[in-house]
């Protein structure tokens, strides 16, 4: 099983003045240490479910930049880019521009977004969760039309471009791994099926939801006739506590056994570097050693 950090915490001791040196530190260490991803949150305030609004909270793609520029191997992404937060023929641009500038290690992520207050507080509109799906469907064509040949426009009901010119093309072809967050069986998991190479799941209620979750994915793929085998089946943190090594590890075999290949936890202030480090020396050999099964 592979692992990953999501840094999502940047209420730091002695921020903002230390945020960049602590951002290198976590991570050059976990890059060092085996991780497979590291990734940020996209959000213009920090979720209320987890602090406040007030607390701090960076731009996601400028810092997903900085990494790319202290670090050489590891793949960096959002989990996840909320459709409303951008222009998608922007975020195309900026996502192909994160592959150059890291020579072919990002992934793109991409949901429906769901965070009322920040939309409303800067002046974004948020329309119904029915059309913020059509948008992100809308969006995921733009990005694909874009990375592709075709530079025509696109028509669709929410966006329309007249032209869809995008060079340089991006790094890895035909595109950066499209990675979409969220656990919805109707909308979220067919667009999975029918668009990306990951699913980002919430891993909180267990092995017994993430299989269902896994089966509903493959049913949608059989329904499309694309590849189940060929998506990445990623989670959330899985629920577990990693300083319970024991049981982290025994939790995440059984993730493992219903497929999962790829754990994603949250690198925590006020030392995400130290947790890092931590993760990486004591769980990361060991979480190397459990065996993925085929589901």
Known sequence: ????????????????????EVMRRTARIAEEGGASWLSVMDHYFQMERYRTAHDPMLEGYTALGFFAGVTERIRLGTVVTGVTYRHPGLL????????????????????????????LALGVPFPPLKERFERLEE?????LQMWSDEEGPYEGRHYRLAE??????????????????GSGEQKTLRLVARYAQ??????GGGPEEVAHKLSVLRRHCDEDGT??????????????DPS???GFLKGAEALAAVGVEHIQLR??????AGFAEYVTTELGPRLAQIPVVER
């Open 1 to 20: 099983m592979r692992f990953g950090f999501h840094f999502m915490d940047f209420n730091l001791p002695g921020s903002p003045s230390t945020t960049a």
């Open 164 to 181: 869809t010119i995008n060079v340089p093309q991006p790094v890895q072809r035909p595109h950066p791994p499209i990675v979409i967050g």
């Open 92 to 119: 195309a641009k900026i996502g192909t521009t994160l592959d150059i500038v890291s020579g072919g290690r990002s992934f793109f992520g991409l949901g429906a977004a769901w965070y009322e207050r920040e939309h």
């Open 244 to 246: 319970d090594k024991d």
């Open 139 to 143: 969006a995921l064509q733009i990005a």
């Open 227 to 240: 590849d189940y085998d060929a998506i990445e089946k990623t989670v959330q943190g899985g629920g577990l």
């Open 267 to 272: 690198a925590p202030a006020p030392d995400p």
């Open 198 to 203: 990951a699913t980002n799941l919430n891993g």
